[in-house]
């Protein structure tokens, strides 16, 4: 549901991305403030020069309170990330993006790690999700999580279904602070809405106040996202500052789009992006028919290059296949010129995923058991 | 908030009763069943003809499936007893009132008590209320119950704030088949409810499945209670064939006038009862301010008589402290007669309830650390 007046041609909410985004008019919308040059300069002064891609290429484009967290931290006062996944399906590319992004962080600021899976929303969205079926859902997608390479001293699981004493308490202090009509608003609830996700934005802000719980003193929180779940943090930055927390900041990530044509990436749309259970062969048969910039003809596209603007697979490479910048432009220049081809472009991606795929599945099994010794239960 | 379109002299929901109430006005308007002489004679028997001095007196009014339930303890199918008290203050004699019944429930029919302490409820009611208050009072509202001689093996108590895994996940598979309409018509709340009070309904609804989960095994559940408590039922009852439970069974106790003229006894109206925490002094004291049915002058009531019918000290006389029905009548007949005076009769019952109180608070004193075991927690 698209809550603002003005009409758009793109729709962005914690549910739905559609649409062809301006993420500029999206930040304007949102509130959120743009990365800056200047703000690049100061992330690399703190990570040794060390950026990572997807600051390097923009992938990166708002926040709220960086500039606050980064001064904190420069003040000797560590920050924690939160982040989190619905577990309505498997996890799929498009979830480890911003999760990559957030190891990144956890290991260069030395950060906490709260991830959140949210079991319990998963099973009230749909009459048709068994309980049982999201928290075991909640279980593979945090192996996900685990086989990125976490830090797993610093890495807390919060699975809701299971969540302690501790943890209810600072949902149920929240819930106390937010009220139907501001919900409301957020989230387009309506009063055919059941209770159960009426209630759940205060476990959902839950985590941005349960390390300061935890620990004894107020800690303050980044939360790397897509900007779709900004929205979320509105009414939770509202509440911070009545409970006496400090208000979560957070860092944005551009949706990568799906191997289709339009939208992001969607376990709805499973042709739309590869799933980390995926098989090797279907990963690659998913590649090959994604959406390029690529021209009708092989001879048109020898004389007029290809247009990886627009081309999905090139987006692939961007965010996720092709870590190297100079090899990414040289692949942007090699397609604009008419010498890359998209069949040996997809094929290649394609093996990159089939490696990337291996190796992650082998890394999941190996944490598979894991993940339980890492879920809090206080 | 009164639901009914009709206009009536008195209002009665979960949070206020005030008025002269009617009672069969009230039985027909939520919709519940009356005790027939039938229905005492069914118990009488079951019970070996001990029958409460509640019943006797026609003090239990009404019921929801009493008749079901008895039906399946009569076949083996043991029920177990739910009731519970929202913490927000010391407990008075009012509260007591139906748990006395309901430890005779207990004893009777050898059931197993589910005590639900709704700190969080009390919590979110009130700004000013404070988390670590109400589940203070929690733990001493339990020693009440306790107190009264529950047996600690077939007792155990809910408190929400420390409420386990198993419990927040029945609440949450409630509160997916609830929603914002059905509740706000049942409780009257508004958008500017808080989203904590919105999803308190499956909170409060969750003890009627739980023993169920707890035991693997359909648990039939009895609910007794003021009639006031009668609203929170409705929506679980709708509920419970949904989620493949027995619909919670209910039996309800009438009011017991306060100290003071007008309305039943509440925190809110300190003078209107008196607390498990009062002194003997003031206790006395309250009681022999008490509203009566007494004429204006002793000439007046030695040839008139006294009011029996509208005086709150013979109500509690029936309702709390004279459990013997031959010296009840008596009382009433001196009474009538003008052979009883208002002084006396006030002095006796202070001294009874000094009695009660003393008694009870050596039992408090007693079992004050018995409760964390009776908790549960999973």
Redesign the interface.
Known sequence: MNTDEESDDFIVTPWEVEGEIDYSKLIKKFGTTPITPEMVSRIKKLTNGDLHYMIRRGLVISHRDLDWILNKYESGEKFALYTGRGPSENTHIGHLIPWQFTKWLQDKFDADLYFQLTD?EK??LKLENS?QETTRLAYENATDVLALGFNPEKTHFIID???G?KF??IA??I???????T??GIFG????????M??H??IQAAPCFYPSVLKGRNVPILIPAGIDQDPYWRATRDVAKRLGYYKPAAIHLQFTPGLEEGGKMSASKPESTIFTTDSSKLAEKKVKRAFTGGRDTIEEQKRLGGQPEKCNVFAWYRSSFESDDSLLDKRWNDCKSGTLMCGPCKQELADRVVIFLETHQAKRQELKEKVAELVIRE
């Open positions: 319990d099973f009230l309980y279904s299971e969540a004493v209810r308490k149920t202090e819930s106390k602070k937010i009220t139907f009509s919900i409301k609830f309506t009063e055919s809405t059941n209770i159960g009426i209630y934005p205060a």
